[in-house]
Structures are given as structure tokens and as C-alpha cells.
């Protein structure tokens, strides 16, 4: 869920109708997840403006409470993390991912990236890393191969900068990281 969207929609009611995208953040999944309530009538379907498909944001608020009422509840948060995004303070956090927690939410990711090889995509990026000859990278956005290298432990995410739906995301090279760079031969050049 795109966490600033559905803030946006929260606090600033003058967005009567959104699109796709904004409508499934408001109502808090993904947009694929979205268009499934849509055809099992669980969200209300669109209205047309212009040949674009919109829904109302009144029309939001039955079936986010019907979404929010359905999914299990999610563990006991400590007091000072607020389990609100739109509660919470807009700077980035400065921890660095991954975390137990992090694990946590991935873990069929982690088993199956412990028990493969290095893909290709994943070498490109730890030759990106020598080519540059800097040990942080960023990026927009974030992809599995970035994942599984920390799954790996041969990178850390230091920092995230929004917008959520295509963040700005440092990645820093680990000790193990760079044992791993230095121990790769050079792409041949054509």
C-alpha cells in the first residue's frame, strides 16, 4: 500500500474522485488486489470522467472499513511506532534494513534466496557498485535483486526518501560485500 497516498487522501478531502492507484491505497491494498474487490463488488465500481475510470471517496470509506474489518489483526505495536503511517513523523527512518523484522515479512523470500546462487541480475549489481568505485549506491525504486543481496548479507539499505510508490533508496556495500567485489573478474569489453 502506498502509505503517502492514502495519507494524502486522508488529510486533504478535496480529492473527491481518484484513480485506480490512489482509490486501492486509500482503501489500503495493492492495485491488483484492488480490481479483485472491484469484480467481487466489495468496492464500488468506477465512475467514468473523460473515458477514465474514478471512484468517489465516500463510496471508499464502506468498503475500506469492509477490507480493514476482514484482514487479521496485525501484532501488538510498541507505543512509540504508531501503527498509523499518517500518524507518524514524515522524516525517514534512519535505521538500516535489513532488520529481524524485515526477515520476518520476507520469509519464503529468504529461504529460497539462501538456497540459490548468485543470479546474474544480482552480479550486475555488485559490478555496478566496482564500476562506480563507491561503496553506496542509489537508486529509485527497489527490486528483488537488491533484496536478495541483503538477504545475502552483501548489502544494507541506509535510506529511503519518498515518494513511497518510487522511493529514492541508498543501498551500502557490507564488509562481505566488498570481499565479494574484489573477488569478481572484470565484463569482458566489446
Given amino acids: 500500500m502506498n502509505e ?3 495519507c494524502e487522501l486522508e488529510h486533504g478531502r478535496d480529492a473527491r474522485l481518484v484513480d485506480r492507484r ?3 491505497a486509500y482503501v489500503g491494498v495493492t492495485a491488483g488486489r484492488f480490481e479483485q474487490l472491484v469484480r467481487d463488488n466489495v468496492v464500488p465500481p468506477p465512475v ?3 473515458n477514465k475510470r474514478r471512484w468517489p471517496i465516500a463510496l471508499l470509506d ?3 472499513e469492509a477490507v480493514g474489518s476482514s484482514m487479521p489483526s ?3 505495536v510498541r507505543a512509540d511506532v504508531e501503527a498509523r503511517p499518517c500518524d507518524r513523523d514524515a522524516a525517514p527512518s534512519s535505521r538500516e534494513l535489513p532488520d529481524p523484522a524485515w526477515f520476518e515479512q520476507r520469509a519464503s523470500f529468504v529461504q529460497r534466496v539462501r538456497r540459490s546462487l548468485l543470479s546474474g541480475n544480482e552480479i550486475r549489481l555488485l559490478r555496478e557498485f566496482k564500476l562506480l568505485g563507491q561503496n553506496q549506491i542509489s537508486m529509485y525504486g527497489y527490486y528483488g535483486s ?3 543481496l541483503m538477504v545475502r548479507g552483501h548489502i544494507v539499505e541506509t535510506d529511503r526518501k519518498p515518494p513511497s510508490s518510487r522511493p529514492l533508496v541508498t543501498y551500502r556495500l557490507t564488509a562481505q560485500g566488498e570481499q565479494l567485489i574484489t573477488a569478481l573478474k572484470d565484463e569482458p569489453v566489446f
Fill in 4 to 6: 503517502n497516498i492514502a
Fill in 74 to 76: 496485525p501484532p501488538a
Fill in 48 to 50: 467514468m470522467v473523460d
Fill in 62 to 64: 464502506d468498503a475500506r
Fill in 22 to 24: 490512489r482509490a486501492a
Fill in 146 to 148: 537488491f533484496e536478495a
